[in-house]
C-alpha cells in the first residue's frame, strides 16, 4: 500500500514546497501526492509552483483545484465579477510572476499564463478512496460530495467544520488551522473530532506549510 500525501495551500511558496517534499521523503514511484488546491496567490512565485505542479501531476500525483485557482480561471474568462474578486484575494502577485511590469489587473498576454490557466480548468474539485474524501475546502455536510456544488468544495467553511458526520475522513486545506485550533499561533494539523483533518497551516501569512501522511498520520512542516 502506498503512502498518501496530502499538502494545501502552497500559494506561491515555491521554496517551501520544494523543502516539505524533500522532508517527507516524497518518491513517486512509491508514494500518492495529493494536493488539495491553492497553489496561487499571496506568495511570491506561484508561476513556479505551478510548473512544478504540473510536473508532479505527470509523475503520477493527484491534483484538486482551489478556491484561488477558481479565481484565477474565472477572472481569466472574464466573469462578472471576478476580476474585482480575484485583486482582493493577492492576484496581483500572480499576474506579476508572468510580466513584472503589470502594475493593475491587466491580464499577461503569455504563453505560460495561458497554458497555466487551461491546467487548472481541467483540474478535479475532490478525490475520494474507500477511507477518505480529498477536497479543497470541505463537503456540504447534507449532501454527499458528488452532489456537493463545486462552489462548496473549494468556499465551504463553519457549516462543514461543525456539523460533517460521515464515515469518511475528510481531509481539507482552505481554512487556515489557528482558526480550527482556536489559537493564532498554533499551525499545526486540526484532527477534528467529527471526522475531518485541516492541513492548511497559513504559511503565506507566517505560518507553515504542512504535509499528512496516511494512513499514519505523521506530520511534516516548513515555516512559512
Known amino acids: 500500500m502506498k503512502r498518501m500525501l496530502a499538502i494545501s495551500d502552497v500559494h506561491g511558496k515555491i521554496e517551501e514546497f520544494e523543502l516539505l517534499l524533500k522532508k517527507a521523503n516524497y518518491n513517486a514511484s512509491q508514494d500518492q501526492l495529493i494536493l488539495v488546491g491553492d497553489y496561487v496567490d499571496r506568495g511570491p512565485d506561484s508561476r513556479a509552483v505551478l510548473n512544478r505542479v504540473i510536473e508532479l501531476k505527470a509523475e503520477g500525483a493527484i491534483v484538486l483545484r482551489g478556491n484561488h485557482d477558481d479565481m484565477m480561471v474565472a477572472a481569466y474568462h472574464n466573469e462578472p465579477g471576478a476580476l474585482a474578486r480575484w485583486e482582493k484575494n493577492g492576484a496581483l502577485y500572480t499576474l506579476q510572476c508572468y510580466d513584472p ?3 493593475d489587473m491587466t491580464m499577461p498576454d503569455s504563453e ?7 491546467f487548472l480548468e481541467g483540474l478535479d474539485y475532490y478525490y475520494a478512496t474507500d477511507d477518505y474524501i480529498f477536497v479543497h475546502a470541505g463537503v ?3 449532501r454527499t460530495v458528488e452532489d456537493t ?4 468544495l473549494v468556499w465551504i467553511r463553519d457549516e462543514f467544520h461543525q456539523n460533517y458526520s460521515g464515515a469518511k475522513t475528510v481531509v481539507f486545506g482552505h481554512t487556515p488551522t489557528p482558526m480550527l485550533n482556536n489559537s493564532y499561533s498554533d499551525h499545526t494539523v486540526y484532527f477534528g473530532e467529527n471526522n475531518i483533518i485541516g492541513i492548511d497551516g497559513g504559511a503565506v501569512f507566517g505560518g507553515q506549510l504542512n504535509c499528512l501522511e496516511l494512513p499514519s498520520k505523521t506530520v511534516y512542516s516548513i515555516k512559512g
Open 140 to 142: 456540504d455536510p447534507k
Open 149 to 152: 456544488d463545486p462552489y462548496d
Open 101 to 103: 511590469t503589470i502594475k
Open 112 to 118: 505560460a499564463f495561458h497554458d497555466h490557466v487551461t
